[in-house]
Every structure is written in structure tokens, then in C-alpha cells.
């Protein structure tokens, strides 16, 4: 901490309390408010990109399972931004779910947080039955964002 900050007890007994009264989320919802109107933007998306990253985590604390895929032992956490890339939701399990499986966690919010987002953008990992089950639960599209075969290395993508 630094040296002009109180005993670290007291910023962290300050930070739970806010937490536990939601003033992190609403101070997040308020800038990001702000940002969409400068930007001449509607002050709620209607639509989103979803992805996935895997991180490695320590033997203590918290959930974490095998993520096959990436040979990872650790947690995943499932990002959905807007279209501007400002954070909407993030849901964090074990590195074992499946991305189809761990979008709806995600996606499952949104209808509530969110109830004007009807496009979803994703990567070819959300393809399959999730795309029917984001349509007729959450009741928007999903599209999927497929990379060209013919790519070789990183490239980035539109809407990913």
C-alpha cells in the first residue's frame, strides 16, 4: 500500500463494504453510461462480443479445473463487452467448462442487465446448439465469427 494510505485493514474493510453494497458495479455503469453518450452512442448496447481466456491459479483458494484445450489447471473467465470493447459482464468458473456451457452463464444475465442487446458476436469455440439456445432463451442472434482458412498466425478479426 501506499505510504499515505490508512493501515491496509481499513482500505480493505472500506473496499469489501462497497463491494457488498454494489458501489463498484454502479461506479462502473455510471462511466460507462458517460462513455456511450460522448461517443453519441445509445446508453445501452444492443449488441455484444463474448470470449473466453484461461489463467493459471495458485493451490489456494477458489474453484479451478483442467482446461483440455489450452493444457491449462486453473480458471476461466467469460468476458462480454460491448461493441466499443467497455466491460457489460464477467462470469469466472473452473477452466473445465466448456465455453458453450460457460457463455450461458453469462448470457443468462444479460436478458436482465441488458434487455436491448439482440446481436451477439463469438468465436467458432460458441458454435452449435448454443446459437439456438441464445436465440430462444436470451432472445437475440448470435453470430458466429469464423477465421479464414487460409490464415496462417494471429490476425485480428472483426467483431472478436
Known sequence: ??????????VYSYFRRWE???VWQKIHS????QLRQLEERDVEPSAGIIDSQTVKTTEKGGVKGYDAGKKINGRKRHILVDTMGLLLMVVVHA?????????????DKIQYSFPNTNLIWADAGYAGKLVDWVRYFIGCAMEIVKRSDDTSGFKVLPRR
Open 30 to 33: 455510471i462511466l460507462r453510461t
Open 20 to 22: 457488498r453494497k454494489g
Open 1 to 10: 500500500m501506499p505510504h499515505d494510505f490508512p493501515a491496509w485493514q481499513t
Open 95 to 107: 477452466a473445465s467448462i466448456q465455453d458453450r456451457d460457460g457463455a450461458k452463464l453469462v448470457l
